[in-house]
């Protein structure tokens, strides 16, 4: 999509670029079995999952899974299953009721004083929990003329003092779009802050080139990234040399979590997690409780269950590597907190 726009350059020169490492990316699920060497047997209804919503795996995300091993807590996170297709009471498609929140295309707000911008309908990985994962995106992703209504609805009203770039993935974007979109707010004088949801630096770390850091430092708006780290397996050495580069110019970086069952659901796993944030220069903001989306119910973990990993990391962490405990309820104001300990909860 990107690939003719873009010089393909990189940082290291002799590094592959991150367009062609998207291209790259596996999205049949007997493929990437076969080259974590584990036998297709294991697949258990992939292929009627993978109809429903395909599976996007990243090479430089599966080098971090372990051979072998269908626990792979990276691999549980992409691979389509069977039970996906189960319909599960209480499980819906829009469990958030963002599509009552969209009063544009391409823009959702619902909290006061920030308004999330829908920049690109794709990832670059395909998370088998997320909720966007039934969202209209099609009728998400304005052209650039139509990006003017947008930027209209921010600057009408002078409560907005930031910007959020979500998807999909906005990093999924070209560098000569978000370069552009970024100036036009940047011209808005009551917005503040330009905040980044993404994946994509975590899957596919050479998407922090040059050409990236160029727009990402090129604006009076100050930028604060949030990555969606699940497991503390998902950081190598590629990912902390990226989150470095984005150090070094200024971003500010933070994490935000979903938990999930067989992913990370124990205490020592999150508390790994935390340690290993702090190793890369990002700190923990939020966990997310499953939104309750259909096809994510076998991921889902009880609230008894959430209580006692909030209580384990708060015992065992300093506080500012205690993730705050969130989820999100439709119509609410903000995130809603969970729990925050009546003391000696169970
Ligand atoms: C989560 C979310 C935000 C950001 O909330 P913060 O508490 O500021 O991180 C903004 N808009 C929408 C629609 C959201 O879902
Ligand atoms: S929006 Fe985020 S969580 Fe959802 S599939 Fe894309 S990268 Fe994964």
Same mark, same amino acid.
């Given at each position: ?18 367009? &062609? ?5 596996? +999205?049949?699920? #007997? ?12 697949? &258990? ?22 051979? !072998?091993?269908?626990? %792979?807590?990276?691999?549980?996170? /992409?691979?389509?299953?069977?039970? =996906? ?7 819906? @498609?829009? $469990? ?5 929140? @969209? ?14 911008? /829908? ?8 998370? +088998? ?6 969202? #209209?995106?099609?009728? @998400? ?20 003092? =930031?910007? /959020?770039?979500? !998807? ?7 560098? @000569? ?18 905040? /980044? ?11 922090? &080139? ?41 971003? =500010? ?11 990370? &659901?124990?205490? $020592? ?6 340690? +290993?944030?702090? %190793? ?16 994510? #119910? ?20 300093? !506080? ?7 989820? =999100?309820?439709?119509?609410? +104001? ?13």
């Amino acid at each position: 999509m990107t690939a003719d726009i873009i010089p393909h350059t990189s940082i290291d020169g002799h590094q592959p670029c991150w367009q &062609d490492e998207l291209a790259a990316t596996i +999205r049949d699920p #007997a493929v990437l079995l076969a080259r974590l060497e584990i036998a297709p047997a294991q697949l &258990d209804g992939a292929a009627v999952a993978q109809q429903a919503w395909s599976i996007r795996a990243p090479l430089p995300y599966v080098a971090r899974m372990k051979k !072998g091993d269908i626990n %792979d807590p990276l691999l549980k996170q /992409i691979l389509p299953l069977g039970a =996906e297709m189960q319909s599960v009471p209480g499980f819906s @498609n829009d $469990p958030l009721a963002e599509e009552d929140a @969209n009063p544009i295309p391409g823009v959702v707000h619902k909290y006061h004083g920030r308004v999330l911008f /829908i920049i690109s309908p794709a990832c670059a990985i395909h998370c +088998r929990y997320c909720f966007r994962r039934h969202f #209209a995106y099609e009728d @998400n992703t304005p052209g650039k003329g139509q990006w003017q209504a947008a930027l209209d609805y921010l600057r009408q009203d002078e409560s907005i003092s =930031e910007v /959020i770039y979500s !998807g999909g993935d906005p990093l999924a974007a070209n560098d @000569n779009f978000l370069l552009w979109i970024t100036q036009q707010i940047a011209t808005i004088p009551h917005i503040k802050r330009l905040r /980044i949801h993404t994946r994509l630096p975590l899957v596919i770390p050479s998407r922090i &080139d040059q050409s990236c850091l160029h727009w990402l430092t090129a604006t009076r708006l100050k930028v604060v990234m949030v990555w969606h780290i699940n497991h503390a397996n998902e950081i190598d050495q590629a990912v902390m040399a990226a989150a470095q580069k984005l150090k070094q110019h200024g971003i =500010e970086l933070l994490n935000q979590s979903v938990l999930l069952k067989q992913v990370n &659901d124990s205490v $020592p796993t999150l508390v790994a997690l935390s340690e +290993r944030l702090w %190793d890369t220069g990002i700190l923990p903001y939020y966990i997310h409780r499953l939104d309750k989306v259909a096809g994510a #119910a076998h991921f889902h973990i009880s609230d008894q269950k959430i209580r006692r990993l909030q209580q384990g990391l708060m015992e065992t962490l300093p !506080g500012y590597l205690v993730p705050r405990f969130v989820c =999100e309820q439709p119509g609410a +104001r903000s995130k809603t907190a969970l729990f925050l300990s009546e003391p000696g909860a169970p």
